[in-house]
């Protein structure tokens, strides 16, 4: 995979523009995931939901051979600005702890609301495993 980053722009923090690979592979594709738990229940606060939602991404992607390194795209529908920007130190430590250095392109959505009204996030991801690194086929 390679990042695409022209030379004149400045570099994002956090994400990337966009990406490019060649070859055969296997794409996976996930719902959006909240930040409930497995039981059902939502911590209050919009850190600890997103870095839920970043846990059950690990996880379905681990069920399908991959890893978050294989991560291509995020779309984050969030439903507060203020929330957001206020829980950033937590939300780097959750991305930190679950994903790494790994800064796929992301689109983040400010949206009235989700499903269940106690989600704060939803988190729908795209991945992509080159074939060299297939391990499940």
Do not use: C
Request: charged share 20%; hydrophobic share 40%.
């Amino acid at each position: 995979m390679r990042v695409l980053q022209p030379a004149e722009w400045s570099k994002p923090r956090g994400f990337s523009h966009g990406v490019a690979f060649d070859g055969p592979g296997k794409w996976i594709v996930l719902a959006g995931q909240t930040g409930g738990d497995e039981r059902g229940d939502y911590q209050p606060d919009m850190a600890a939901q997103v870095g839920t939602a970043l846990k059950r991404i690990v996880k379905l992607l681990n069920e399908a051979g991959a890893g978050p390194e294989h991560i291509v795209r995020l779309t984050w529908y969030l439903t507060s600005r203020s929330e957001y920007e206020a829980a950033g130190p937590g939300i780097g430590a959750a991305w930190k702890e679950t994903l790494g250095r790994n800064f796929p392109p992301s689109t983040l959505l400010y949206i009235d609301g989700l499903v269940d009204q106690r989600a704060k996030v939803e988190i729908e991801v795209t991945a992509f495993v080159p074939v060299a690194q297939d391990l499940s086929s």
